[in-house]
């Protein structure tokens, strides 16, 4: 069992960057794939980025693709997401997961933190 908080978010204006941080504890973190994904008001969560268990494969969301950027620190039991040009639209609750198989889908993920708020203005 793997337990994550997550940390980082807060209010931006719209351009402006923002890195989340997702600090986990419990079972070797190595030994999970890691995601982030987020929840605004009224709708589902959704899938944002996906990193696999070594960092050598990744997957974006085509609405964060080339703004957004996953990471992973092993030694330090960390997941980052450096977050660049971010938009309105980005605004929700930004949670990370843990899991053991490399997908998008939320549900395949068994372990998530109580999430971050990021909230964006124009």
């Known amino acids: 069992q793997v337990h994550l908080v997550e940390s980082g978010g807060g209010p931006v204006q719209a351009g402006e960057s923002l890195t989340l941080s997702c600090a986990a504890s419990?079972?070797?973190?190595?030994?999970?794939?890691v995601g982030w994904f987020r929840q605004a008001p009224g709708k589902e969560r959704e899938f944002v980025a996906t990193?696999?268990?070594?960092?050598?494969?990744?997957y974006y969301a085509d609405s964060v693709q080339g703004r957004f950027t996953i990471s992973r620190d092993n030694a330090k039991s960390t997941l980052y997401l450096q977050m660049n040009n971010l938009k309105p639209e980005d605004t929700a609750v930004h949670y990370c997961g843990a899991g053991f198989i490399y997908t998008s889908s939320p549900s395949r993920y068994n372990y998530w933190g109580q999430g971050t708020q990021v909230t964006v203005s124009s």
């Open positions: 990193i696999g268990k070594k960092g050598d494969t990744l």
């Open positions: 419990g079972r070797n973190f190595g030994t999970y794939v």
